[in-house]
């Protein structure tokens, strides 16, 4: 049965970084176009940042542009996702997911076939 499981999640305070892992099993990410995104109290899921197959390309909402950075170790089948520079609106819980889809689709929460449990990051002032 393919699983992600998220783990790194926590409290920091503004400015300060966490790094978030999601690794696979049962599930070959190599081939999947990977993604972040993250849902806070009252709001609807959103998109944080994207890998594709393979890893060649990245694309990153812009509210995080510049501060978080994913990454992907197809080796270990494990994804990353860096936040650095954090700030209060970061607060969420962070998801992990893959898709079949084709990449201009990475955007798209419906896209993903497959999610992580989710993992809570809390920024505090």
């Known amino acids: 049965q393919a699983q992600l499981v998220e783990s790194g999640g926590g409290l920091a305070q503004a400015g300060g970084s966490l790094r978030l892992s999601c690794a696979a099993s049962?599930?070959?990410?190599?081939?999947?176009?990977l993604a972040w995104f993250r849902q806070a109290p009252g709001r609807e899921r959103e998109f944080v940042a994207a890998?594709?197959?393979?890893?060649?390309?990245?694309d990153y909402d812009d509210s995080v542009k510049g501060r978080f950075t994913f990454s992907r170790d197809n080796a270990r089948n494990t994804m990353y996702l860096q936040l650095n520079s954090l700030k209060e609106e970061d607060t969420a819980v962070y998801y992990c997911?893959?898709?079949?889809?084709?990449?201009?689709?990475?955007?798209?929460?419906?896209?993903?076939?497959?999610w992580g449990q989710g993992t809570q990051v809390t920024v505090s002032s």
């Open positions: 997911a893959a898709s079949s889809y084709v990449w201009s689709s990475r955007r798209d929460v419906a896209a993903y076939g497959y």
């Open positions: 049962g599930l070959t990410l190599r081939p999947y176009v």
């Open positions: 890998s594709s197959r393979g890893g060649g390309g990245t």
